[in-house]
């Protein structure tokens, strides 16, 4: 027992300056992946600090070159019952962040993507900087743009949340910043003078928080072949109502065009698990028009289906091909878009009627004064 408790607190350093308290997530070999000790220690910070009225500033880094690379997914195939079970607790974490009534500033100094996007993007602040490097890559896995991405991905201009969680697009600081994903842009050689103005800022009013950020805040210049440059064709392709229509819309486009960016996009949807850009397209879409804790308890639903692997075994043969086989030759199944009926991924939406497998039940928030920002997002 006293192991577990130390290997908690070692991959999660904690330090408290005034009333800030500084999480540095703390696996860089890993590239900060979250482990299950990582998300309960993560928890159990939040819950505390959130009572505690002497802490008024969570801030959130990783250690190394990465903030967070994701899940630890490679651990969670071994077995499908903790596998649940540790998507059920990073959900529970992802809705406490994103109704937290203390400021979160996430620094993103480094990778960004999956379970790395859900421990940063729902919370107040989100820093990018140069190294920035943000990607929902789950369909490449044979999974779904998860932790509560059906929210803030449906949220981004126009369908570019579309195009990011389907294809898996890599975006940098910038793009981060042009499309709404971070909050600011701040060189990594200024944030330890940041993180210094911010152990001293004793306070969790917003506007005086954003104000110190503000002062070591750049406006950075998109490069001139960002994918955020293309948002007319994006949304021309991506607002379509299937993937197959997607598809073909690219391809109508690539003929007119000549463009190798189309080409690149096209190619990379026909190595994606059609499972997973159906299931993903639907649920970017149903999270449009539903609060942050709808689109977490749907999403508990599709990866318990997806954990089962009764519909489909997309998600295993990803994790082998990608992450354990390393061969990048999975065999989906089934192998075409055209092969997978509506009502198949229908049945990713529904409850699933096992005892065992219940419906996400989250934290209550009633009994706190939600700040407005908070309140937007039920």
């Not at 300056?17 to 696996?27: F, M």
Request: hydrophobic share 40%.
């Amino acid at each position: 027992m006293a192991s577990s408790v130390s290997s908690q607190q070692d991959q999660v350093l904690v330090e408290a300056h005034s009333s800030a308290r500084i999480l540095t997530l703390n696996r860089p070999k890993q590239l900060n992946a979250l482990s299950f000790q990582m998300i309960s220690r993560l928890l159990e910070l939040f819950f505390a600090y959130e009572e505690d009225p002497n802490v008024k500033l969570v801030i959130l880094k990783g250690k190394g070159r990465a903030f967070c690379a994701g899940g630890d997914v490679a651990a969670v195939v071994r077995d499908t019952r903790a596998g649940a079970n540790f998507f059920l607790k990073e959900y529970t974490l992802n809705y406490l962040m994103a109704t937290y009534i203390k400021p979160q500033v996430s620094i993103l100094n480094g990778i960004v993507m999956g379970g790395g996007a859900g421990a940063s993007l729902h919370g107040r602040f989100r820093v990018a900087t140069e190294n920035s490097v943000f990607a929902m890559p789950e369909t490449a896995l044979g999974l779904f743009p998860d932790v509560g991405a059906s929210y803030f991905l449906s949220r981004l201009p126009g369908f570019f949340g579309e195009y990011v969680g389907l294809t898996g697009s890599r975006l940098d600081g910038a793009e981060m910043l042009a499309c709404g994903l971070a909050t600011h842009f701040v060189p990594s050689a200024k944030l330890p003078m940041l993180e210094a103005a911010l152990y001293e800022v004793d306070s969790s009013d917003l506007v005086i928080i954003s104000s110190i950020i503000d002062q070591y805040c750049e406006q950075p210049s998109l490069k001139e072949q960002s994918v955020y440059n293309r948002l007319d064709v994006i949304d021309r392709c991506f607002s379509q109502k299937t993937v197959e229509e997607i598809l073909s819309t690219l391809e109508r486009e690539v003929v007119h065009q000549m463009d190798g960016w189309i080409s690149a996009t096209i190619q990379t949807l026909k190595k994606a698990s059609p499972t997973s850009l159906k299931i993903s397209l639907r649920s970017i879409r149903e999270g449009r028009l539903q609060g942050v804790g709808p689109c977490l308890v749907r999403e508990y639903r599709i990866v318990c289906h997806v954990m089962r692997g009764e519909l489909s075994k997309d998600f295993f043969e990803g994790c082998r091909a990608i992450l354990l086989d390393k061969d990048r030759n999975p065999k989906w199944e089934p192998s075409k878009l055209e092969l997978i009926a509506d009502s198949t991924v229908d049945c990713y939406f529904s409850k699933v009627n096992i005892e065992e497998w219940e419906d996400l039940k989250l934290p209550t928030r009633s009994k706190f004064n939600l700040p407005p920002y908070v309140i937007a997002k039920l």
